[in-house]
């Protein structure tokens, strides 16, 4: 079984910035597309940002020019550097992993941000 592991959330101030990290573990199944959901209090769980094997990426248009994806294929793992935080973008972030017979998900990271 896959194991999907974030870290990196915390308390930042406004406009401060931070880098997640997720690494799925696996030494049977190869991880295909990886990328980074959110989920605030009250509210669905969003899609931030994806990033293919190829790497191709997409962001929420919320996130995008101050969100990166970016991965390590070889090491499965993907990163989420986040820049010019806002308090809108506190919420548990998921990091998700796809193989070709499943999908995997941590188990979050919070990130908090102070207005």
């Known amino acids: 079984q896959v194991q999907v592991v974030e870290s990196g959330g915390g308390l930042v101030q406004a406009g401060g910035s931070l880098r997640l990290s997720c690494a799925a573990s696996?030494?049977?199944?190869?991880?295909?597309?990886m990328a980074w959901y959110r989920q605030a209090p009250g509210k669905q769980r969003e899609l931030v940002a994806h990033?293919?094997?190829?790497?191709?990426?997409n962001y929420a248009a919320s996130v995008k020019g101050r969100f990166t994806i970016s991965r390590d294929t070889a090491k499965n793992t993907v990163y989420l550097q986040m820049n010019s935080l806002k308090s809108e973008d506190t919420a548990v972030y998921y990091c998700?992993?796809?193989?070709?017979?499943?999908?995997?998900w941590g188990q979050g990271t919070q990130v908090t941000v102070s207005s």
């Open positions: 990033i293919s094997t190829g790497g191709a990426t």
């Open positions: 696996t030494s049977v199944f190869s991880i295909s597309t």
């Open positions: 998700n992993a796809n193989s070709r017979i499943g999908v995997y």
